[in-house]
C-alpha cells in the first residue's frame, strides 16, 4: 500500500510539472503574438502615413496679377493664362521615352529633362512653364502616368511697345516687379496666392480636390497716361530721331493746372514682351531716371527769379555785346550780333546767353541757389517711379558759374524736373507733384506736394514773354494755327565726364509749350539726344516742330476750343 501510494505521487507531480511548463509555454506565445501585434500595428500606421503622403499634394494656386490701364481702362498690362508642366519622376515607368514625347510636344530640352525624370526618388520636376493651355492638354493627351499641368498666369503687355518704360515689366514667377510701374506698386499688383489640396492616385490621377485658401487678385492701377496721345508722342519723337539721326529722344504731355501725366514717351522703342533684349539705356524712363544739362529752356527760371525779387520788369533794358569775359571764360550769343540794348523780355525771346548771364550776376550766388531750390531742382519731384534721379548742382561755385547757370549750363536736370517747373509758371505759379498713377484698387490718388513758387502776376507777365519767344523768337516753329502758344527753346552741350569740358559737336535740343498762353491747358515738351549737327541741332529747330505736331494733336483729341 505505501508502494502505490508513492507511486501515485510521483505520476501527480509530473503532471503538475506538465502543466506549468504547459502555461509557461502560452504565456511566451501570447507575449510573442501580442509583441507581433503591436509591431505590426505600428508598421500599419507607418504605411498608411506613406501612403498618404503619396496620394496627396498641396498645389499652389497662383493670384491673378492686377492690371495696369490708362486713364479710360485701355489695359496696357495684363494676366494671361497659361499652364505649367510637371511630373513626378518616381512614378514614370519609362523615364527617357517620357522625356523623348513631352521635348517633342513642348519644343524644350530633351536631355533636361531626361536628367531630371532619372530621378528616381523625386517628386517633382517641373517640364515647362508658362506653356498655353492648348500646349499643355497636348502634352497631357499623351497620357503619360506621373505628368500633370496646374494653371499659372503670364504676364502680357498687349500695346508692345506703348509706355513700355513707363509700364516697366515683371519675373518669370509673375510676382515680382523688376522695373518700371510694375515695381513701383508690385506690392499692390501681385494679389496674394492661394492653395488647394490634390488627391492623386498611383497613376498621378486627380482623385479629389480640396480647396485650403482662395488667391486674393491684385488690385488694379490706372494711369493718367492717355493711350492715343501716348501714341501720338512716340510716333512723333520716332520720325524725329529718324530725321535728325539723333540718338533718342523723350517727350512729356502734361496738364499744368494738375500735374497729371498724359504722356510720357521714351524713344527708341522697346517691346514689354520682350524686355531685356534691348540695350538697359534704352529700357529706362529716360524722362524721369536721366539727367541733362537744360541750356536755354533754364532761362525761364533765371528771368522768372529776377522778376520776383524785384531787379527787374519785363521791360527793363541794358545795353548788351555780342560777348563777354567772365573769370576768364568767354560767353557770346548762339548768333553773331552787334551791341544792342535789349528789355528782359528780349533776353527771353531772343535766348541770349549774354543777358541771362548779366541777370544771373544781379542775383548772385546765394539767389540763385535759393531759387533752383524753390523750383525743385536738386531733389526728386516725388514722382513715385523708381529710381528718379534729383539732378546735378554745381559742384563748385566759381565767378564763372554765377553766368553759366542763368544760361543751363553747369546744371544737370531731369526732363520731369523741367516739365514740373513750367507748369508751375502754367499754373499761376504754384507748383505741383507730377502725376503718374491715377487710382490704385479703389482708392484714388489725390494730388499732393503743392506749394507757391513765384506770384500769379510774375506768371503772367513770364507767359508772355513765353508768348513773344513763339510769335517771333527762337520758338516760331511751335506756332499753332488758331491758338495762342507760350514756349522756350534750349540747345545744350553734352558734358564730357571721362575727360572733363563737353564733348565736341554733341549736343541736346529741347523745347517746352504751353497753350493756350493765357491759361494753359496743355504742356509739351521735347528732347533730342544728340541730333546729327549737319542737318540741325538747336531746339527750335529738332525739338519745337515735334513739340507742334503733339500739341496740334491734343487740342484737337481733348476738343481744346481755339
Request: charged letters at 20%; glycine letters at 10%.
Amino acid at each position: 500500500m505505501a508502494g502505490k501510494r508513492r507511486h501515485s505521487r510521483s505520476a501527480h507531480s509530473a503532471a503538475d510539472g506538465r502543466i506549468r511548463l504547459l502555461h509557461v509555454v502560452l504565456v511566451l506565445a501570447f507575449v510573442v503574438v501580442v509583441g507581433k501585434a503591436f509591431a505590426l500595428t505600428a508598421s500599419s500606421s507607418g504605411l498608411s502615413s506613406v501612403a498618404q503622403r503619396q496620394t496627396q499634394r498641396s498645389v499652389a494656386l497662383p493670384a491673378h496679377r492686377g492690371d495696369i490701364v490708362d486713364r479710360s481702362g485701355t489695359q496696357l498690362a495684363v494676366g494671361k493664362e497659361q499652364q505649367t508642366v510637371w511630373a513626378t519622376p518616381h512614378q514614370l515607368t519609362d523615364p527617357r521615352g517620357a522625356a523623348r514625347q513631352l521635348a517633342k510636344v513642348l519644343h524644350v530640352s530633351r536631355t533636361k529633362l531626361e536628367k531630371a525624370f532619372l530621378q528616381h526618388d523625386s517628386w517633382y520636376a517641373c517640364v515647362a512653364r508658362q506653356v498655353d493651355p492648348a500646349l499643355a492638354k497636348k502634352a497631357l493627351d499623351l497620357k503619360i502616368v506621373g505628368v500633370g499641368s496646374s494653371p499659372e498666369e503670364k504676364r502680357f503687355y498687349p500695346l508692345k511697345t506703348l509706355a513700355a518704360q513707363v509700364v516697366g515689366y515683371v519675373g518669370t514667377q509673375n510676382d515680382k516687379g523688376l522695373a518700371g510701374l510694375e515695381m513701383q506698386y508690385n506690392p499692390a499688383l501681385r494679389g496674394l496666392p492661394g492653395s488647394e489640396l490634390v488627391v492623386i492616385d498611383a497613376a498621378g490621377r486627380v482623385l479629389k480636390t480640396e480647396r485650403e485658401r482662395d488667391p486674393q487678385t491684385g488690385a488694379r492701377v490706372r494711369l493718367t497716361i492717355d493711350e492715343a496721345i501716348q501714341l501720338r508722342a512716340e510716333n512723333v519723337l520716332s520720325d524725329t530721331v529718324r530725321q535728325y539721326h539723333a540718338q533718342g529722344a523723350t517727350a512729356i504731355v502734361m496738364d499744368p493746372r494738375t500735374g497729371e501725366l498724359l504722356a510720357l514717351a521714351n524713344v527708341p522703342l522697346v517691346d514689354a514682351n520682350k524686355w531685356g533684349m534691348a540695350k538697359p539705356a534704352v529700357e529706362r524712363n529716360r524722362a524721369i531716371t536721366d539727367i541733362y544739362e537744360p541750356g536755354s529752356t533754364f532761362k525761364v527760371i533765371t528771368v522768372s527769379a529776377a522778376l520776383e525779387d524785384h531787379l527787374v520788369t519785363p521791360k527793363t533794358s541794358f545795353v548788351l555785346p555780342y560777348q563777354i569775359v567772365v573769370d576768364g571764360h568767354t560767353f557770346h550769343d548762339a548768333e553773331p550780333r552787334g551791341t544792342e540794348r535789349m528789355t528782359v523780355s528780349d533776353i527771353l525771346s531772343k535766348s541770349s546767353n549774354v543777358g541771362a548771364a548779366h541777370l544771373g550776376t544781379m542775383l548772385g550766388k546765394q539767389e540763385l541757389l535759393r531759387w533752383i531750390g524753390k523750383f525743385g531742382f536738386g531733389k526728386p519731384t516725388g514722382i513715385a517711379f523708381p529710381g528718379e534721379a534729383a539732378g546735378k548742382l554745381p559742384g563748385y561755385w566759381a565767378n564763372s558759374t554765377t553766368a553759366t547757370v542763368p544760361m543751363g549750363q553747369g546744371i544737370s536736370v531731369t526732363a520731369i524736373q523741367m516739365a514740373a517747373a513750367y507748369a508751375a509758371v502754367a499754373n499761376g505759379g504754384v507748383w505741383q507733384e507730377p502725376r503718374l498713377v491715377a487710382q490704385v484698387g479703389d482708392k484714388v490718388v489725390a494730388p499732393t506736394g503743392q506749394r507757391r513758387v513765384i506770384s500769379a502776376k510774375v506768371a503772367t507777365q513770364v507767359l508772355s514773354m513765353m508768348n513773344d519767344v513763339v510769335m517771333e523768337g527762337t520758338g516760331t516753329a511751335f506756332q499753332i494755327p488758331g491758338y495762342t502758344a507760350a514756349g522756350k527753346t534750349g540747345t545744350a552741350e553734352v558734358p564730357d565726364y571721362n575727360h572733363g569740358g563737353y564733348a565736341p559737336g554733341k549736343y541736346v535740343a529741347s523745347f517746352i509749350g504751353l497753350v493756350p498762353a493765357a491759361h494753359p491747358k496743355v504742356l509739351v515738351m521735347v528732347v533730342v539726344d544728340e541730333p546729327a549737327t549737319s542737318i540741325g541741332y538747336f531746339g527750335g529747330v529738332v525739338a519745337a516742330p515735334a513739340a507742334q505736331k503733339i500739341a496740334q494733336f491734343v487740342l484737337t483729341y481733348l476738343k481744346i476750343a481755339p
